[in-house]
């Protein structure tokens, strides 16, 4: 089956340490997004991707990092330079760029402490 | 500038009554409409998109939506609500396709 994969599920890390998160996506998809989720706000675009080794900034890319070596894949580093960093974090892909819908991976869950 | 809004974060209806879950958007151009369905502590799955064409959209699970561009409105429903519909509902509209506005969310309750 096609989909997008992320993991893990719940990732738990303390204060001031790196974090990645996986994003793997089978669908042959072009583009590739990071949103974060917080209660009440409805999803902020991090980082897009619309082919591989090229990636821009979305609404709230300070503090995270992201790379595209692969089609397929597309992992988000969360700094410890990001100040808020728990939060329900969402991948997703698109066909390609432009106002195809996207697809959403099942969401990994970080909690800093 | 684009825009979503969702009127209500929480709706609650009984079970077998109608669902109404409204959404009215900005866009400078004809916009693209998507409806998007999420379960605790999953991803968004898509529910139905107006793109151009007829404006009352079907999407899966029983749910519909007209796109009205005199009331900027995009509207979701669905005739009888079941249990399995309690979830939370997100509205999202791209004009030029350069980025994706999402409303906040609607949880939808649904009482037996």
């Known amino acids: 089956d096609g989909g997008i994969t992320q993991s893990p599920k719940y990732l738990f890390r303390k204060e001031g340490q790196n974090v990645t998160l996986s994003c793997e996506q089978n669908?042959?998809?072009?583009?590739m997004y990071w949103y974060r989720q917080d209660p009440g706000q409805g999803l902020r675009l991090i980082y897009y991707?619309?082919?591989?080794?090229?990636?821009q900034k979305g609404d709230i890319a300070e503090g995270y990092s992201v790379s595209r070596e692969k089609k397929e894949s597309f992992p988000l580093t969360v700094t410890s330079a990001q100040k808020n960093p728990t939060a329900f974090y969402l991948c997703?892909?698109?066909?390609?760029?432009?106002?195809?819908?996207?697809?959403f991976g099942p969401g990994t869950r970080l909690t800093v402490t | 500038a684009q825009s979503v809004t969702q009127l209500g974060s929480h709706v609650s209806v009984s079970e077998g009554a109608l669902v109404l879950l409204r959404c009215n958007y900005s866009s400078s151009v004809p916009p693209y409409l998507f409806w998007y369905v999420q379960y605790p502590n999953q991803g968004l799955q898509l529910l139905l998109k107006?793109?151009?064409?007829?404006?009352l959209v079907k999407g899966i699970n029983g749910f519909e939506a007209e796109f009205k561009k005199s009331e900027t409105s995009f509207h979701l429903t669905k005739p009888s609500a079941h249990m399995s519909d309690a979830a939370e509902y997100f509205c999202a509209v791209t004009d030029t396709g350069n980025q994706f506005y999402f409303g906040t969310g609607t949880s939808l309750t649904v009482i037996p």
């Open positions: 997703a892909s698109s066909i390609e760029r432009g106002r195809n819908e996207q697809y």
């Open positions: 669908l042959n998809h072009d583009a």
């Open positions: 107006y793109t151009t064409g007829a404006t």
């Open positions: 991707s619309q082919i591989v080794n090229d990636f």
